[in-house]
């Protein structure tokens, strides 16, 4: 039997474990965007640098597409930036930086 043969335990209409990313893929032209972080208020921020723009998608999968052209915002610094001074951040957000930076917020925090 070959592999794209093999049964899955997993059920047609079964949910994502991550259902805001799915939602982000769905409004977004990139196949996986860049998962920013999650704001103060539970919505999940993805970044698609094809269209320079940020899907936000809240708890309840109520979901938008902000191109940053539409937005007083020149860059997703501005964006993050911005999201912090409206809503904070939860987590993240994850951009730039590397991975000792986050390591070192982890262990600080």
Known sequence: MSKSAIPTNKSVGTTDAHPQERIARELLTQGRPLFLGVDGEG???????????????????????????DTPYETLAGW?????????????????????DDLARGLNA
Do not use: M
Not at 80 to 100: F, K, L, M, S
């Open 43 to 69: 919505a999940a921020h993805y970044w698609d640098s094809y269209e320079f723009a940020v899907a936000v998608v809240a708890r309840d999968n109520r979901a938008e597409k902000v191109p940053l052209a």
């Open 80 to 100: 993050c930036e911005y999201t912090q001074d409206e809503r904070g951040w939860a987590v993240g957000p994850h951009v730039g930086g590397n991975i000792v």
